[in-house]
Nanobody, 119 residues
Framework: QVQLVESGGGSVQAGGSLRLSCAAS????????MAWYRQAPGKDRAFVAT???????KYEDSVKGRFSISRDRAKKTLYLQMNNLKPEDTAVYYC?????????????WGQGIRVTVSS
């Protein structure tokens, strides 16, 4: 069973930076992508960024050039570096990792971590 623990959230002024971490334990997929999602107040959960097993990345348009997703395979940790934060980035952020539950590959989600950006 996969466990994910998120950290690094908090409150920051607009233009500031935060780095979110998602530490995984258990059997995670070596070939599947890992991703970050977020849910802003009053909105649905939305895609933020993903990184493939080969290291290729994709971003939601509004965070391109500001956010950077990365992973440390040795530490089994996923990161989201967030620079030039804007008030509209305020949300609860969730990491998502593919892992094995017996013979089944499935999604595992972090507990969610709050990011608040004030102007």
């Amino acid at each position: 069973q996969v466990q994910l623990v998120e950290s690094g959230g908090g409150s920051v002024q607009a233009g500031g930076s935060l780095r979110l971490s998602c530490a995984a334990s258990g059997h995670i997929s070596r070939t599947s992508p890992m991703a970050w999602y977020r849910q802003a107040p009053g909105k649905d959960r939305a895609f933020v960024a993903t990184i493939s097993a080969s290291g290729s990345t994709k971003y939601e348009d509004s965070v391109k050039g500001r956010f950077s997703i990365s992973r440390d395979r040795a530490k089994k940790t996923l990161y989201l570096q967030m620079n030039n934060l804007k008030p509209e980035d305020t949300a609860v952020y969730y990491c998502c990792v593919r892992g094995t539950d017996g013979p089944i590959l499935r999604d595992y989600w972090g507990q969610g971590i709050r990011v608040t950006v004030s102007s």
